[in-house]
């Protein structure tokens, strides 16, 4: 397998085998990222095209200072954000943030995709990025240009409606 620093220089020196190889190491975890935030499959075809044509464009500006799949991982959720201009942030910033009781709700992926494809552009983008991803608050409020207040209100109503869903099923 070919390193990624590897991968690098010969994208760099426009190697299409090393392009098609990068392409073909992250595009899947990609368009899943761009699918669960926008909530479309054409939308999170094309935030994947345009999210790549961006990494190969500027992949000189690629500092290293975290992974390359992170890097990559961050285009791809400014490129969905912006996909779905409809979003709206609802700002809380006085969230107590208390956590939400799942309680005995039986869940099965198939239904919990079902459902958090089901939430608001605003709350599923934030669900995707803290919970599926794993971004903290902070990350997530420089990402998308909120407050962290507003990253974690988003967060709670989220929960909150899925549990809702999930528990009427």
């Not at 935030?47 to 961050?74: M, N, S, Y």
């Not at 005995?104 to 934030?126: C, K, M």
């Not at 794993?134 to 420089?142: F, N, P, Q």
Request: hydrophobic share 40%.
């Amino acid at each position: 397998m070919t390193s990624e620093a590897e991968l690098i220089s010969g994208c760099l020196l426009h190697d299409r085998i090393a392009q098609r190889q990068l392409y073909d190491r992250y595009k899947k975890a990609m368009y899943t990222l761009a699918y669960r935030i926008t909530g479309d499959f054409d939308d999170a075809n094309d935030v994947l095209q345009d999210a790549f044509l961006e990494v190969f464009r500027h992949l000189d500006q690629f500092r290293g200072d975290a992974t390359l799949g992170a890097w990559i991982k961050q285009i791809v959720v400014r490129k969905s954000t912006k996909k779905k201009r409809l979003v709206t942030w609802q700002s809380l910033d006085d969230y107590p943030g208390e956590s939400i009781d799942w309680g005995q709700i039986e869940i099965n992926s198939a239904h919990l995709e079902t459902a958090v494809l089901s939430l608001p552009d605003g709350f599923r983008t934030i669900f995707v990025l803290a919970e599926v991803e794993g971004y903290t608050h902070r990350e997530i409020a420089v990402m998308l240009k909120i407050s962290e207040g507003t990253s974690k209100s988003q967060l709670h109503h989220a929960k909150r409606r899925l549990r809702s869903i999930l528990s009427s099923k």
